[in-house]
């Protein structure tokens, strides 16, 4: 068994060292809004039975986004990918795409949490791109309530 070939260690500012697999590191053909500067991310996988992974940029290690999958939670979560994007991720087989997206967690109510459902994070995993996605004519939500299933209560 070869060790340490196929893993790095990232010296991070929430978790201190971390060791990663290299294949867990995209590149982003177009950055995540607001971010223009930073193109590599890499998922970290802090607490292995947690719904939430931490998406870790690679150029600037204060900076990690946490991030989850919306089946996690029974949503029902699907979209078309517009064409112009899909040929800048380079899919050539729907079984290569990954989606997740970033989550918001309120340090003072963690019950609070939204997932930011307009602007997915769409991974081609046969080429390591990826690119956040923003859907145009759709009722998606920015801040969709994770445990309230977004309804309120009056």
């Not at 087989?93 to 949490?113: C, L």
């Amino acid at each position: 068994m070869d060790k340490n070939t196929d893993k790095i260690t990232l010296k991070t500012t929430k978790f201190n060292e971390v060791e990663i697999d290299k294949s867990s590191i995209f590149n982003f053909v177009s950055p995540i809004i607001g971010f223009n500067d930073l193109k590599d991310y890499a998922i970290i996988d802090y607490k292995p039975d947690s719904p939430f992974k931490w998406l870790q940029s690679m150029e600037d290690m204060d900076l990690a986004f946490p991030i989850t999958l919306c089946s996690f939670f029974g949503i029902d979560y699907q979209f078309n990918i517009p064409d112009d994007e899909a040929k800048k991720l380079e899919i050539e087989n729907p079984d290569d795409i990954f989606v997740f997206n970033i989550v918001n967690i309120p340090s003072s109510n963690p019950q609070g949490a939204t997932v930011n459902m307009l602007a997915p994070i769409v991974v081609n995993l046969a080429n390591k791109k990826a690119m956040q996605i923003v859907l145009k004519n759709t009722d998606f939500q920015v801040r969709y309530k994770l445990f309230e299933n977004n309804k309120t209560e009056e």
